[in-house]
């Protein structure tokens, strides 16, 4: 029972937060605006705070885990291979066939593994080191895919790799990384007006993400698309992890590096996916119906993943 306490304990703050974004909106309390604004907001300056002073704040050179981030990239690469190839043999319809991968790997690695990870063991160095070795890729292979199969055989005159190449460079959250992992090498010092300036920003980033989460969490839209819907949140939250946890165990991965990893292999679809569909000309409807099902769905998967690491004493 004690086991199944702690899941619940770690999982139903987060998921009560999103609900309470979610009866905001539904009583117009927040709007639309307001949830664009604060993704836009959460996204370009209270994410990359919180990232940055993670990573400042700790011993770098210390903590570092080459196996570890060697493993957050191989398997991000080894799913995004398998569902490409499924999607590929199983799709005819080229314009499911982009949203569906994306939706099957492209998970809120930062935001909610960052919440999770939070929740659990306070400060980590674990959730930046796999956003490193994970969300390049989610933007990279997803501006490749979404190009590739777009129904208007969107080729334009924009060079998707190039693209890709500029979402990287250009990404605040990247950028924090790297600006964080630079400041805990060299250990400057800085001024106290800045930190905590910083740690105010920090302190809003989870709440202010999972509110807009909520908000964003639209249930007509679950109903379309039902099997690669169905699909997709099955390889999300159940197939991934039930397959490559076991393995992250035998390498010997424990504690944060766990919950990290299973964020990363089992976190419901980042809401992200609809707004780049979009972008490429795709009508967007599998990608906002599996945000919907992987959202409501892993309130119960990952506490149940939770369980089982907790109850074998991985984490």
Known sequence: MAHLIFSINTTLPIFLTMLVGYLLKKKN?????FIDSANNLNYKI??????FLDLYQIDIVRVWDTKYVLFCFIVTLISIAVI???GILFFRKKEYLGEFIQASYRGSAAVLGIAFIHSIYTDSAMGPLMVIAS???????????????????????????????????????IFAIVLGVVFSLLKPTLPIIATQTLQFFARIATPLALISLGGGFEDKKAIHKLKPTILATFLKLIAFPLLF??????????????V??????????TASCYIMSRNFQHDGVLSSSAIVATTFFSSITLTFWLFILRFYGII
């Open 135 to 173: 969300v390049p890729m989610y933007n990279v292979f997803a501006i490749l895919i979404l190009s590739l199969t777009s129904p208007n055989n969107q080729k334009s005159n924009h060079n998707p790799f190039l693209l890709a190449l500029k979402e990287i460079v250009t990404s605040p959250i």
């Open 260 to 269: 990290a990893i299973l964020i990363m292999l089992g976190a419901p679809t």
């Open 245 to 258: 946890l076991p393995i992250a165990y035998l390498m010997g991965f424990r504690d944060e590096k766990m």
């Open 84 to 86: 490409s190839l499924f």
């Open 46 to 51: 209270t994410l990359p705070a919180l990232l």
């Open 29 to 33: 309390i927040i709007t639309p605006s």
